[in-house]
């Protein structure tokens, strides 16, 4: 599932740039550039995530807050001004999830939407823990709870790295990811190796979960761009 990012935004600047880099990490963004705006396309979009700036024309950002939170529980990261701590505080009392201070980086940003939707994703699955427990792709069946992998019942032995990278795949399957992609979201923001470490990892995984690893089928290489997972 492809999360789905509103950034209410009035400067136009930092409005492209956020756009621009969170679609590079595979989001839907959309932008609203006013209060009214941002309010209306809360509304009819039903973001995963609210980016929101507290000067807004129109509607402010607190008032945005408090209006939505008396609609939907949509996580808000709102975006503040030096001198404007008190609002800060207003903003998350009012029930925003968190904040970030200009100037920030966009690196600190990505950091902090992931962290905010994983969350949220956390949330979701105790909610449905006993659906996503266990998981088949075909002859191949993953006991998350567990830490188990199993083809045609026989279980496999998979290192620490590997049922990562599994789950991460199967948990996309049928998505195209880049081995950066993979990188930052199995090993981290602050894993020093470089993508090799996928392709290694990936040609083990083959070994283990292929019939022919040489021809695979579940782990499929796009040339170019990176791997994906076919049931
Ligand atoms: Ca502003």
Not at 128 to 149: D, S
Request: aromatic content about 6%; overall charge negative; charged content about 30%.
């Amino acid at each position: 599932m492809v999360e789905k990012i509103l950034v209410i935004e009035d400067e136009i600047a930092l409005s492209e740039t956020l756009v621009y880099n969170l679609k590079r990490q595979g989001y839907d963004v959309h932008a609203a550039m006013d209060g009214h705006e941002g309010l209306s396309l809360a509304r009819s979009l039903k973001p995963d995530l609210i980016l929101l700036d507290l000067m807004l024309p129109g509607i402010d950002g607190l008032e945005i807050t408090r209006i939505l939170r008396k609609e939907a529980k949509t996580p808000i990261l709102i975006l503040t001004a030096q001198g404007e701590e008190i609002d800060r505080v207003l903003g998350l009392e009012l029930g925003a999830d968190d904040y970030m201070a200009k100037p920030f980086s966009m690196r600190e940003l990505i950091a902090r939407v992931k962290a905010i939707l994983r969350r949220i994703q956390l949330d979701r699955n105790g909610a449905q823990e006993e659906t996503l427990e266990v998981h088949h792709f075909g002859n191949l069946t993953i006991n998350q709870r567990k830490h188990e992998v199993y083809l045609d019942e026989k279980p496999l032995k998979l290192k620490p790295k590997e049922y990562d990278l599994l789950l991460y795949l199967c948990a996309n399957h049928g998505h195209v990811l880049t081995r950066s992609l993979i990188l930052e979201e199995v090993w981290g923001w602050d894993f020093s190796g470089g993508t090799r470490t996928v392709d290694v990892h990936i040609r083990w995984l083959r070994e283990k979960i292929e019939e022919d690893p040489k021809n695979p089928v579940r782990i499929i290489t796009v040339h170019g761009v990176g791997y994906r997972f076919d049931e």
